[in-house]
């Protein structure tokens, strides 16, 4: 697994307004878990920005003033309106022990199903390990050229060496299906509705007619 060395700075003061603070120097307050204790920081916003921003997944190294700390990223929070980071999870590390990851997917080729004019169905963006740091890839990339229409790549079909998969072997990762699928199942839903409208209309034609003849029944009684 690659590497990324972040620098930080400890955090003095844990409250409310030590967060605003913080966040109007765009700094981000972080918090490292594990080893059964946590670990308060903070760094300008840029430092994560190779951490966040990236379909690759890193080994963290925290530089906390000079102390070292091994740990993978685990949750970010952003800001609703600006998008902008505004706070990080990350868990400690050792090399003795497993950890539990999410591992991004990357699809590489077209697959042959889409060159036909089918299309893709995309399932799955990652996938959740566990295994040592050492036996953790740096990506994965799953090829999807060879796949046709109404083919699938489900969990199952996977292997990361080293690695658990924890995700259901029966999970669907990727696959392709007929685009005149899709429009037939559209066109049968749409033919469905049209069928109920016309029952109604029928059934409200028949009832109007029942109700004429009833009206007519009724005149000529009146008149004998």
């Not at 109604?200 to 009832?207: H, K, L, R, S, T």
Request: with cysteine; hydrophobic share 40%; glycine share 8%.
């Amino acid at each position: 697994m690659k590497k990324l060395k972040i620098e930080v700075l400890k955090r003095q003061e844990i409250s409310k307004i030590n967060l605003r603070a913080l966040r109007k120097q765009e700094h981000v307050p972080c918090v490292m878990y594990g080893a059964g204790r946590e670990v308060c920081f903070h760094a300008h916003k840029n430092n994560f920005r190779d951490l966040i921003y990236t379909d690759q997944l890193y080994l963290v190294v925290i530089d906390l003033e000079g102390e070292e700390y091994k740990c993978i990223f685990q949750s970010v929070q952003f800001d609703p309106v600006s998008d902008e980071i505004t706070h990080i999870d990350f868990i400690e590390v050792k090399d003795d022990k497993e950890v539990m990851v999410k591992m991004p997917i990357n699809f590489v080729g077209r697959a042959a199903g889409v060159r036909s004019g089918g299309r893709l169905l995309s399932r799955r963006r990652s996938l959740k390990l566990k295994a040592f740091i050492k036996d953790i890839p740096d990506s994965f990339d799953l090829s999807i050229e060879e796949l046709e229409v109404g083919s699938f790549i489900y969990v199952k079909d996977v292997n990361i060496p080293n690695c658990k998969i924890l995700d259901p072997i029966n999970s669907v990762i990727v696959g392709v299906k007929t685009a005149r699928t899709v429009v037939e199942e559209s066109e049968e839903a749409e033919g469905a509705e049209g069928a109920e409208g016309a029952e109604g209309a029928e059934g409200a034609e028949g009832a109007e007619g029942a109700e004429a003849k009833a009206g007519d029944s009724s005149k000529e009684a009146q008149k004998d």
